[in-house]
């Protein structure tokens, strides 16, 4: 492998690592944020009983915010995906460039952990709550991975194949 094979291959690696940190903090950040606010335990106006209505409202302000903060995260994770992707790809998508099997082996497997990892650390950060975003967010990382770096890796790797085929002839 060539020294323009392995710089790729370490900056797919290091933009996979900060995809799963960003999956992390985030998952950190929603796992606080997740029940602002707490459950009233007795809630009496006027001698009525007010608990129940208190606490439904609770839990609809508690969905609300969980919901915003959730779009909030997933626009942010897909925009630090697009940054650090997109120029990455297109890099990769240079006619120039020629792609080693083993090249592209390492981005199949790098987005595969990437996306396990993304998972496992962003539970882990949100203390196992707001699962739902977490899958989200991890789930949003695999198809940016999938999309702005294995398959160029997949076309660029088809491209090259193509020309051999095309010069042995």
Same mark, same amino acid.
């Given at each position: 492998?060539?020294?323009?094979?392995?710089?790729?291959?370490?900056?797919?690696?290091?933009?996979?690592?900060?995809?799963?940190?960003?999956?992390?903090?985030?998952?950190? =950040?929603?796992?606080?944020?997740?029940?602002?606010?707490?459950?009233?335990?007795?809630?009496?106006?006027?001698?009525?009983?007010?608990?129940?209505?208190?606490?439904?409202?609770?839990?609809?302000?508690?969905?609300?915010?969980?919901?915003?903060?959730?779009?909030?995260?997933?626009?942010?994770?897909?925009?630090?995906?697009?940054?650090?992707?997109?120029?990455?790809?297109?890099?990769?998508?240079?006619?120039?460039?020629?792609?080693?099997?083993? =090249?592209?082996?390492?981005?199949?497997?790098?987005?595969?952990?990437?996306?396990?990892?993304?998972?496992?650390?962003?539970?882990?950060?949100?203390?196992?709550?707001?699962?739902?975003?977490?899958?989200?967010?991890?789930?949003?990382?695999?198809?940016?991975?999938?999309?702005?770096?294995?398959?160029?890796?997949?076309?660029?790797?088809?491209?090259?194949?193509?020309? =051999?085929?095309?010069? =042995?002839?």
């Amino acid at each position: 492998m060539n020294k323009g094979q392995i710089v790729r291959m370490v900056t797919m690696i290091v933009i996979a690592v900060i995809l799963v940190l960003s999956v992390w903090g985030y998952g950190s =950040e929603i796992g606080k944020v997740i029940n602002p606010i707490d459950y009233a335990s007795d809630m009496n106006i006027d001698g009525a009983d007010f608990t129940g209505v208190t606490n439904v409202l609770v839990v609809d302000t508690n969905v609300f915010v969980g919901f915003i903060m959730g779009m909030t995260y997933f626009i942010a994770i897909f925009i630090i995906s697009l940054i650090l992707l997109l120029p990455w790809g297109l890099v990769v998508a240079i006619k120039k460039s020629k792609i080693a099997p083993m =090249e592209l082996k390492v981005a199949i497997g790098t987005g595969i952990g990437a996306t396990v990892l993304s998972l496992i650390m962003g539970l882990i950060g949100a203390r196992f709550n707001g699962v739902l975003i977490v899958l989200v967010m991890a789930l949003i990382v695999a198809i940016m991975f999938g999309l702005l770096c294995i398959l160029p890796y997949w076309l660029a790797y088809r491209r090259c194949k193509k020309a =051999e085929m095309d010069y =042995e002839s």
